[in-house]
């Protein structure tokens, strides 16, 4: 029996590393001399970890669409208000995967009407790591918050893949 549950254990973890290894090739299946466009969409569940004053800084999870997944939000910004119930956030973010990470940085308007936050802006992703390594891209951010904690986000972007280098 403990062989066959070293076997089982083996076998799941190798067929888990094929199926990481196919998400990561939808993202890097680029001919080695064309670069590629993909759109992904991100749903992100932020915590504010400090209050948004004059800075901010938010920790969550996001599920993007393939082949990213599921991974961690951190992003900070500097805060600006134009009126008791409205301002700008500018600042960086990082998302993080298994498999690599995407760094860039963000700018939105907030506005405050009738118990909720209205997030919208938008974000460059300017560089990359690991499986992720030279991709960049642009999108838009849109969001809202109940309780100035808690923030439901949408990130849709608009990646730029380049080649596979071979």
Known sequence: MHRSTRRLKAALVGGAGVL????VAGLTQAATDSTTTKQVTCKTSLVATKPPVDTAENFGTLTCSAPFGKGVHHDTSKVARTSATAGSSEGTLKLFFNTGTLRGSNKMTFTVANKTITHAGTLKISSGTGAFAGVTG?????GTSTDGVHTAI????TLTIPPKKG
Do not use: D, M
């Open 20 to 23: 990481a290894a196919l998400g």
């Open 138 to 142: 642009k999108g838009t951010i849109t």
């Open 154 to 157: 949408t990130e849709k972007l």
